[in-house]
């Protein structure tokens, strides 16, 4: 039996949380939810993901230091960061940290489904804080 790749979407969108949701089950992904960075936190330490797809503006805990929580705690996980409004500042502290992607809002679901795949089929993820340049650069997916 095949293994069907987990996905956490953090995201305090209600709306938007559920399009993701649904469409990446479509696509046969197992997928969890929470509404801000600390649910989703309290989620990863519980459970085991393949990926993590997250809004970076949110209450309690916004996306960047979702991404601070799981460096510090050695969580292995590959990472999308989607947000409405994005700096040069939080891109680059962003990929400083390992994130894959960085997609602004509002992007194709044709897009996401496209970088999900993508970001799946990167057999290795380097150790936090250790040479996460060696993860392959995603290319531009699809149309928006």
Request: hydrophobic share 35%; with cysteine; glycine share 6%.
């Amino acid at each position: 039996m095949e293994k069907r790749n987990r996905i956490l979407i953090v995201e305090n969108n209600d709306t938007l949380r559920e399009l993701l949701k649904v469409t990446l089950k479509s696509r046969e992904y197992v997928v969890e939810t929470a509404c801000d960075g600390l649910t989703g936190l309290q989620k990863l330490e519980k459970e085991s993901y393949d990926l993590l797809i997250t809004d970076n503006q949110m209450p309690n805990m916004n996306g960047l230091d979702l991404i601070e929580e799981i460096c510090r705690r050695e969580i292995n996980i590959r990472i999308l960061m989607i947000s409405g409004r994005f700096t040069r500042d939080i891109v680059e502290r962003a990929k400083e940290r390992g994130v894959l992607e960085c997609l602004e809002k509002p992007f194709s679901f044709r897009r996401i489904i496209g970088t999900v795949g993508k970001a799946l089929k990167i057999d290795t993820i380097s150790k936090w804080g250790h040479e996460h340049d060696q993860i392959p650069k995603l290319l531009e997916v699809g149309a928006r």
